[in-house]
C-alpha cells in the first residue's frame, strides 16, 4: 500500500503530460513546495526518459514517479481512410504506424535504475509486472476511470490508484477504448468514480479530473482521496514546456467549451473545441496510436486551431502562477475551504 501519496505533506500531485507540459522543473518546485510530481513517459523512448529523470535528480532529492502508458491492441480499422480525408482537406498528415511506444524498453529501464514510483494509463499491469517493480523498491500506481477497473488494478497488487473523472484533461485512462463508444464507458464525473472505487477497494486513492484551485482539492478529499492530482492547472506555470499558442488558449476563460474527441491521436480525449477537432472529431477511428501519427505533422506547426488544446472542464480557472507558488495557493485555499465546511456542519449542531 502507497505511502509516498498518503503521507505528502501537502496533498497535491501534479499530474503526468506526455507530449512536453511536464518538465523536471516542473516535478522539481512541485516537490519542493511539499506536493508530488510525474514525469510523463510517454512518447518517449527509453533513452529520452533517462535524460529527463538525471536532469530531475539533478535539481531535486524529492521522491517523484514516471508514468507509462500500456500498449494497447491494434487497431489498424479506418486509419488509413482518415489520414486520406486530412489531404483532402488540404493537410499534410504522416503516415500512419502502430508501435508499443517504447514500453518495454523503459519498464526495463525502471527496473534497472529504479525510482520511487511508477503509474500505469490505458491499461493495468500484469502481476508479475508489479512484483518485479516492488522488488526493486518502486510502488507502483494505476489509473482508473471505474470500480471494474479498480478492481483489475487491486488484484495485480497496484499499491495506489489514480481514480480520473470525465472531466479531466487529454486522455481518459481507459482500459479498454470501446471504438463503438467515444465518452468512453459510464463516463463517471470525479465524484461518483472516487465513491464508488472506495466502496470497491481498500487501497489510498488520488483524484483528477476538474480540479484547479484549492476548493476543489478540499472536496476530493472530503470525498475520501489522500490527494488531489491537477494537470491542466500546472500547464501555465512559468516551468512547464506547454507550447505557445496551447498556454494562451487555457489563458482565456471565456474561451470555448471543451469537449471528447479522437481527431487528433485516436483515443478518446478531452480538449478545448477548436477548427481540426470540429471539422474531424466525428470522422477519427480509434485507431491509437496510428492517429498519432497521423497528426503530428499537423500538430508540429503549433496553430491553435490544428492542434491538441488538452484541458480539463475547469480549465477557465488556471492561475499563471509559479508551481510551488500555485502549489502553496491550493494549500491555503483548500485549509479555508476546509474551515468553511467545518464552520457549516457545526452551525448545524
Known amino acids: 500500500m502507497s505511502t509516498l501519496l498518503a503521507d505528502l505533506t501537502t496533498p497535491v500531485v501534479a499530474a503526468p503530460m506526455a507530449g512536453g507540459g511536464t518538465t523536471p522543473e516542473l516535478v522539481a518546485a512541485v516537490g519542493a513546495a511539499g506536493g508530488f510530481g510525474f514525469l510523463a513517459g510517454g512518447y518517449l523512448d527509453a533513452d529520452a526518459l533517462a535524460a529527463r529523470i ?7 532529492d524529492r521522491p517523484f514517479g514516471v508514468n507509462l502508458f500500456l500498449p494497447g491492441p491494434r487497431r489498424d480499422s479506418g486509419a488509413a481512410e482518415y489520414g486520406e480525408r486530412l489531404v483532402a482537406a488540404g493537410l499534410e498528415p504522416g503516415e500512419p504506424r502502430y508501435d508499443d511506444d517504447g514500453y518495454p524498453g523503459k ?9 520511487p514510483l511508477v503509474s500505469f494509463t490505458f491499461g493495468c499491469p500484469d502481476a508479475a509486472t508489479v512484483r518485479d517493480l516492488h522488488a526493486v523498491g518502486s510502488e507502483v500506481v494505476v489509473t482508473v476511470t471505474g470500480p471494474a477497473e479498480a478492481r483489475q488494478a487491486a488484484a495485480a497488487g497496484a499499491d495506489a490508484l489514480v481514480v480520473q473523472g470525465m472531466e479531466a484533461g487529454a486522455h481518459r485512462g481507459l482500459f479498454s477504448d470501446d471504438p463503438a463508444d467515444p465518452a468512453g464507458g459510464d463516463a463517471l464525473g470525479l465524484l461518483a468514480a472516487l465513491r464508488l472505487v472506495a466502496a470497491a477497494v481498500e487501497l489510498p486513492l488520488v483524484a483528477a479530473g476538474g480540479i484547479a484551485d484549492g476548493a476543489g482539492v478540499a472536496a476530493v478529499l472530503a470525498a475520501g482521496a489522500v490527494a488531489a492530482q491537477l494537470g491542466t492547472a500546472f500547464l501555465v506555470c512559468p516551468e512547464a514546456g506547454t507550447k505557445p499558442a496551447h498556454r494562451a488558449a487555457l489563458s482565456t476563460p471565456d474561451g470555448p467549451r471543451t469537449g471528447f474527441t479522437r481527431a487528433f491521436t485516436g483515443r478518446t480525449a478531452r480538449g478545448i473545441r477548436n477548427a481540426f477537432l470540429d471539422a474531424h472529431g466525428a470522422a477519427a477511428p480509434a485507431a491509437y496510436p496510428q492517429v498519432h501519427h497521423i497528426t503530428a505533422p499537423i500538430r508540429a506547426h503549433g496553430e491553435p486551431d490544428r492542434m491538441a ?15 510551488a507558488e500555485l502549489v502553496a495557493l ?6 479555508a475551504a476546509a474551515r468553511r465546511l467545518t464552520d457549516r456542519l457545526g452551525a448545524g449542531v
Do not use: F, H, K, N
Open 54 to 60: 538525471a536532469a530531475l535528480r539533478a535539481l531535486s
Open 107 to 115: 519498464l526495463a529501464l525502471l527496473l534497472a535504475e529504479p525510482v
Open 309 to 323: 488544446l488538452w484541458a480539463g472542464q475547469a480549465y477557465p480557472l488556471v492561475r499563471p502562477l509559479p508551481a
Open 330 to 335: 491550493l494549500r491555503d485555499e483548500a485549509a
